[in-house]
């Protein structure tokens, strides 16, 4: 993939992970800021870094799941990894301005 096509890619899995919503709070994982990093590697892999909310979060292995799947939906990847990372450890101040107009917090 060239590097224009890379930029689409990741600006369509952008679009996919805010398809997925958290379970427990009304709020896309993109918007809510828990996807840390995504990096597509010119074969079509990609890496997808994230948090929880907390970090005992009893519904962990299926959004990684849906968030995996979001990812791998997208044309161009060819397969997704999604790693799940604690620090930095997530907070309010992580949620996108249009999440917090959502939520009534902004």
Request: aromatic share 4%; charged share 25%.
């Amino acid at each position: 993939m060239t590097p224009q096509e890379i930029l689409k890619v990741e600006e369509n899995i952008v679009e996919a992970l805010k398809t997925v919503y958290d379970p427990e709070i009304p709020v896309n994982v993109y918007d809510l800021g828990i996807i840390y990093d995504i990096e597509v590697l010119s074969s079509g892999e990609t890496n997808i870094v994230m948090t929880l909310t907390a970090p005992n979060c009893p519904m962990a292995d299926e959004v990684m799941q849906m968030i995996k799947d979001a990812t791998q939906s997208v044309e161009g990847v060819s397969k997704a990894n999604v790693e799940l990372v604690f620090e930095p450890q997530w907070d309010r101040s992580m949620i996108s301005d249009e999440a917090l107009l959502e939520l009534g917090l902004l």
